[in-house]
């Protein structure tokens, strides 16, 4: 039943609503309607016997009573943060978490970042918590992990951190593989001997080699963050980070837990008398002279030691959500040494999902067994427009669609010609998601206040004049009005829906699953 003063969610697809006013406090351009997406919230002010006023995203607007529901579902959002991973999942008890937070703005090249959206979240979306008088408090997410100790799947927390002791933002528990990286960098590796940036290595020629200098804790962060005779200590912003955390502990941030696959379900996310869990499918902890350890999963020489990517992205935190009957899998960044890890210590049926999170942002890295194994309906791709990596490679776009699950709805004809219409697979991608609106303009002025011409260009503060003939200042176009690259997952554990934005800004494109 919907009743005033208290939240209600969207029970449809989707819809547009006219807005009444802009909610007092809620400064941005002028917009005169609201989209809403099948699971969103608002705020029910006033009832009717068949409308509500309510207020959602900084506006109040009139919405039927039959659009309206008590039943929350699980929302999952890719966000578009350039070169990077972050998600953010809403869970049908109220329960937020966050996987990985994308770049920092300084190294950002799309001019978003993973903590814009948050805060859209916090403050816009939920803007009727300020207009209303609600006692104040934090933000709370319940769960965030960063996959592994790479800068574009942790550096935007580095952003989030001044919220952190402000009462606005809290962390219960900070879960991540155990991965730290360190100063003190060997330059080779020679029989069993040698230290990486993730620590020592151990064992015998690789690949049987391991890493045992894990963190399970802030008690081990505190250990490492002064070396305590090891000859080594935590480094660079991951540490910094870690260290930073240590220092909130109570004050903003719960606790720090290492966790791996053999723990079976993300704690405090195990099945139970919710209707949804979260399974731990990577990274995998071995064992070396009875110590847990991980795989070194580089090869030998200079450069893996002093920068073993294949190792960090590799031991990623993998996660399933399981909701009912509906699976999304969250695979950080593994490459293909990994996925043959994987595969090695876990039946292949338990990586099969219905959405999947692109493995490294579409890196060619990849193993076909495993992309088989997952063979989700839809993919999401979560890339930027950096040209040293050219995410997503064309083969692996192929090969996620040819490895897919076919899902069909109906059957089309017309002239004899009949075939089955498919709505699986799909390929979604945070950075062909985004668009401009492009416009012309009467003139554009350097620093100086000089007229600058289409023909001539900026270059470090100074204009200088291309060869050519100039054209007129109208040839001039400015791009406005960014469409967010947003990928939206909803479900309610029998039907998937997944939209973007329309390049209007104005409600959604969907595609629409049902099992």
């Not at 990077?84 to 920092?104: I, K, Q, T």
């Not at 060997?186 to 064992?203: A, C, M």
């Not at 902890?285 to 294949?310: C, F, I, Q």
């Not at 890295?365 to 309906?377: E, G, I, K, N, Y």
Request: with cysteine; glycine share 10%.
């Amino acid at each position: 039943m919907i009743t005033a003063g208290q939240l209600a969610y969207l029970d449809k697809t989707q819809g547009e609503y006219k807005t009444l006013r802009r909610a007092h406090h809620f400064k941005s351009p002028k917009e005169d309607s609201v989209s809403l997406l099948w699971g969103d919230e608002v705020y029910v002010i006033s009832m009717t016997s068949r409308t509500a006023t309510v207020s959602a995203q900084g506006h109040h607007f009139r919405i039927p009573l039959a659009d309206l529901t008590n039943d929350r579902i699980l929302c999952v959002y890719q966000i578009d943060c350039g070169q990077g991973d972050a998600a953010l999942v809403n869970f049908p008890d109220g329960r937020w978490m966050m996987v990985d937070g994308g770049p920092p703005r300084n190294w950002s090249n799309s001019g978003k970042i993973a903590p814009d959206f948050l805060y859209w979240k916090m403050f816009v979306d939920q803007s009727w918590k300020q207009e209303f008088n609600f006692q104040k408090s934090a933000f709370v997410i319940d769960a965030l992990v960063v996959s592994h100790p790479d800068y574009d799947h942790y550096g935007g927390f580095l952003d989030m951190m001044p919220h952190l002791n402000a009462g606005t933002l809290e962390y219960r528990t900070v879960f991540h593989c155990g991965l730290g990286r360190y100063d003190g960098t060997k330059t080779k590796y020679e029989n069993g001997r040698g230290h990486s940036q993730l620590g020592p290595i151990r064992g015998n020629d690789l690949p049987d080699a391991y890493m045992t200098s894990l963190i399970d804790g802030f008690d081990d962060v505190q250990k490492y963050e002064t070396g305590q005779s090891r000859g080594f200590k935590l480094a660079g912003s991951f540490g910094k980070w870690l260290a930073g955390l240590r220092l909130l502990q109570g004050n903003g941030v719960g606790k720090l837990q290492r966790v791996d696959a053999s723990m079976q379900h993300l704690p405090g996310f195990a099945p139970g008398n919710a209707s949804y869990s979260i399974r731990l499918l990577g990274p995998i902890v071995e064992k070396w002279r009875n110590k847990p350890a991980m795989r070194y999963l580089d090869t030998a020489g200079v450069k893996s030691m002093s920068g073993p990517s294949k190792t960090r992205n590799g031991h990623s935190v993998v996660l399933r959500l399981d909701y009912d009957m509906v699976r999304i899998l969250l695979t950080g960044d593994l490459n293909f040494r990994s996925q043959a890890l994987l595969l090695n210590n876990i039946d292949k049926n338990e990586f099969k999902c219905h959405v999947a999170k692109a493995c490294h942002h579409g890196s060619d890295d990849v193993s076909t067994t495993f992309l088989r194994a997952m063979s989700p309906m839809a993919t999401i791709f979560s890339s930027g427009d950096n040209e040293n990596y050219a995410h997503p490679r064309a083969k692996v776009l192929g090969m996620s669609g040819a490895f897919a699950q076919i899902k069909s709805r109906s059957k089309t004809k017309f002239l004899g010609l009949e075939e089955p219409k498919h709505v699986a697979p799909l390929i979604y991608s945070t950075e062909l998601s985004r668009s401009v609106a492009l416009y012309p303009v009467g003139k554009v002025l350097d620093r100086n206040g000089n007229r600058v011409l289409s023909g001539q260009i900026q270059s470090k503060g100074r204009t200088s004049t291309s060869t050519g003939k100039t054209k007129k200042s109208r040839d001039w176009l400015l791009a406005d009005q960014m469409v967010y690259g947003l990928v939206n997952v909803r479900t309610d554990g029998n039907r998937i829906i997944l939209a973007v934005k329309k390049e209007d800004g104005r409600g959604f494109q969907i595609e629409e699953i049902r099992l």
